[in-house]
């Protein structure tokens, strides 16, 4: 049995209805220059119950094609975004 892959990513846009984008960053070396350079992709996720929001920093995994741009799922919320509380410093 294969193993299923999970990506870690950062919550770009919800607002679809049970779905959301998330941005995968990942680092590749420069064939040439060998500099590290920042490459990120973006993934259309399936949220069944709209939890996630825009900045949260959460866990995703493969799974069947939902829909013709989905086939991920969102597992859990590692981290919340805490942009509100740092304005109103609550």
């Known amino acids: 049995m294969e193993k299923i892959r999970t ?3 950062r919550v770009m846009s919800n607002k679809m209805q049970k ?3 998330v941005a995968i960053e990942r680092f590749v070396k420069h064939v ?3 500099k590290f350079i920042k490459r990120t992709t973006k993934i ?3 949220d069944e119950e709209n939890e996630c929001n ?3 920093f959460i866990e995703i995994r493969e799974s069947r094609p939902i ?3 989905k ?3 969102l597992v859990r919320i590692i981290e919340k ?3 509100i509380n740092k304005i109103t410093n609550k």
């Open 71 to 73: 086939s991920w799922v």
């Open 7 to 9: 990506l870690k990513g």
């Open 19 to 21: 779905s959301a984008v």
């Open 54 to 56: 825009v900045g949260d």
């Open 67 to 69: 829909s013709k741009k």
């Open 44 to 46: 259309h996720i399936h």
């Open 81 to 83: 975004n805490n942009l």
């Open 32 to 34: 040439v220059y060998g």
